[in-house]
């Protein structure tokens, strides 16, 4: 079934009521349904569903259909939403996919998928049975030690890599797996030397990876005694993993972020077993890698204010300077909690309790502060160059100036120093930005750094004639060719219009689900709530491309005259005649245009 076709039969077999009423307590006023908007604070019902497929919400902007609100609230992009929902609604999907691939390379593709998802299941299985063999006493005893209860390991899936080389590829083996799929999924090794699979994983802790569906798709392994090994290996990425895309935990923590409306943030593993451990179940952790803009951007679809849990050592110091920044770029609440030097979460909660770690939570520095403050250590150069990098990097125009003002105050700059070439590199950034992807996900309200909300203004750096064709294009992405034979396409100048086009001629009417930042806010202005229907795209065209051939014959105009003031100039008014006579005449390719449509205009 082709992607489009997909999307149809998936919002007429899924009830968009019921699918939001999951997750919010909805309460009928009329035909329309409210309750507290899950992506901003409040107590005011200003949520709306209709049953006509949509919800906005009267606070924060936010609007869309079940794909929209499933992307928003499990923090996943459009394909995940796409399989996940097919799945509920029982549609296929194996003929969906890109223009660039074939039927059949998608559907061996689909293949490989859910064979990989079947041995890491299979592989997790094997692991939580080897726990609780003798050979796993040792691997028991440590949980123990470290305050893992059966049940919180249950809960995680936690368990047992054999201290062999071929423990788990015989295991798959005997289940009739592919062993040289499982080595490109990252579940095996090959060897080098004989060319035979062996299991990187041996004699560890294991830690299950799963994404917001509760699918295992990556594991992570701990060395539980002294052995001269990295402490921490991890599955590589693979065709159901990218580690940069998910957070350890997440898919436990999600409703405990939901309701709290915040999350803590922590490094590895273990810090995020711990914070589970005692009470703290609004924590996930991060997978061996610096943060990610794709991190970043699912945490923020859980739209909670972010607690960094961070050593405080220097190597945790540069860690949270650059997770805060991140935040903040994107207009988020974000706080940092470094950690007493020696101490990590697991010793402080059991050694100093709850409560200390609560007044730890309380005093957490606000993220812009904690910047700052972590800038006055460094060399004055490292820190404007970081501040420069910073405000290049912030994708809510209106906090831009009033974060220079308070960086170059605390950090004693001066101010047009540090505004000093930012202008137009910012202009092509945020333009860019707008259309390929603001990890914020919003484009609508976001909070921002001081804790309000802040909208992104659509359109903000397009002419009225950009707008205007991007206003079509946006509402009938079908028609692309006819604007195209307008001429409209070569009068998209900026940056933002010129990116959003060919986001619209790569995904077609899927676009508006990829879109983000100004991209998606003019996507949601001429194709949200309240904007009037897509029923008389003939009519809107035509009225498109009057006002382009005006646009056109003015252009003609002025390019004659100035032929004409030349003319003038040396004396040959025989040829100043005949441009005289061509003012009068509309454009050739104008009435070339006329025809191509099929439209008719007034004359």
Known sequence: MAGTDAVSLIKERISIVDLIGRYLPLRQI????VAPCPFHQETKPSFNVTPDGRFYCFGCQKSGDIFTFWMEYHGVSFREALEQLAAEAGVPLEEYSNRHKSQASHKEERS????????????????TANLQTEAGTACRSYMEQRGISPDLAQRFGLGWAMDSWHDLAAWLR????????????????????????????????MFPIRNTGGETIAFGGRIIDKRDEAKYIN?????IYKKGEHLYGLDLAGKAIRVSKKVFLTEGYMDVLTLHQYGYENAVGGLGTALTDQQVQRLLGYGPQVF?????????????????????????????????EGEDIDSLLRSKGKECFDELCAGALPGLRFCVETLRRTAPRDALEWCRTFV?????????????????????????????????????????GAVQGSPSGQGQGTAGASGGLTSVQPGRSLSLMEKEILRVALRYPDRLSDIQNMGGDILLKSSLARAL???LMQAGPNTGYELEGEGRALWDRYRGLEAPPCTCPDLELQALKKGLDKYFHSIQKLSLSAVLRQNDAQGDFGAGMHVLDALQEPLPENQKRSTTLGLTTEA
């Open 501 to 503: 086009w060919q986001k």
């Open 174 to 205: 005997a289940q009739g797996c592919d062993v040289r799929l499982a080595v490109e999924g990252g579940l095996l090794g090959l060897s080098s030397r004989s060319g035979k699979p062996y299991d990187p994983f041996r004699a560890r802790l």
């Open 392 to 432: 290049r990097s912030m994708q809510i125009p209106e906090l831009v100036s009033p974060t220079i003002s308070y960086l170059a105050r605390w950090l004693n700059f001066d101010e047009s120093s540090l505004r000093a070439g930012l202008g137009e590199e910012m202009d092509r950034q945020q333009s860019l």
């Open 235 to 239: 599955s590589h990425d693979s065709p």
């Open 30 to 33: 009329g035909n329309r349904f």
């Open 112 to 127: 490989k998928r859910q064979q990989l998802l079947l041995m890491y299941r299979l592989a997790q299985t094997h692991f």
């Open 308 to 340: 960094l849990l961070y050593d405080g050592d220097n190597a945790g110091r540069k860690a949270a300077l650059a997770a805060a920044a991140k935040f903040l770029s994107r207009g988020s609440s974000v706080k940092v909690i470094l950690q007493p």
